[in-house]
């Protein structure tokens, strides 16, 4: 089975849909952590400059960053954040 290769990819902003892979190009630094809108996600690379996907389970988390303006996901036991916010 092959080893899936997870990258961070910067979200280019409104008023793109924060589910389609799309709207997320590959960065490879980045400074944010809360705030009220994406920064950045962790998602599936494939040698391309968008992400393979936006998975379920990842809008989630980019759901609940917007709810709550908190890094995702958080919890008892959270050892890898997933998702980025940013103030605008």
Known sequence: MPTVVRRWFRYK?????RNL???????????C???DDVCVIQAIYNNT???VSITTKLQGYI???LTTGIAQPTGIGVTKIFVYGKSV
Request: a negative charge; zero cysteines; charged letters at 10%.
């Open 63 to 65: 759901a609940s960053l």
């Open 21 to 31: 892979p799309s709207s997320y190009e590959l960065v490879v630094d980045f400074t």
């Open 33 to 35: 952590v809360n705030g």
């Open 13 to 17: 902003g409104a008023p793109l849909d």
């Open 49 to 51: 400059i968008t992400p």
